[in-house]
């Protein structure tokens, strides 16, 4: 192959995401949170720290993203093992017929 020769792209190489810089939240590892609704503020129970509501609702936006896909994964998952269910099931069956067969004294 020389240099000339075309390079062939397909779409399926092309797999757009999105871009977030690693950003460090101003929120402590603990999840019981106070809402002081005259402050309009959040405060950790355990550790009385002030959490940044939208670097909360930003965790919990990526926690819940990260189960979408995770969901996503696992049907895909059920999905190949059924198909793959369906495979083995015709192959035993014919396994047995062609058993059954053998048994019988009579080949296939
Ligand atoms: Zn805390």
Redesign the pocket.
Known sequence: MNDDTPKVVTMADFRPSLRRKPVAYN????G?LQIDTERRMLE??????I?DPYDYLMKCAEAEESVYYTVRHLREEVDALKKERTILASERDRLLLGNNRLRRGRPE
């Open positions: 929120i402590c590892s603990h019981r950790c129970k355990d550790c009385g720290r959490i």
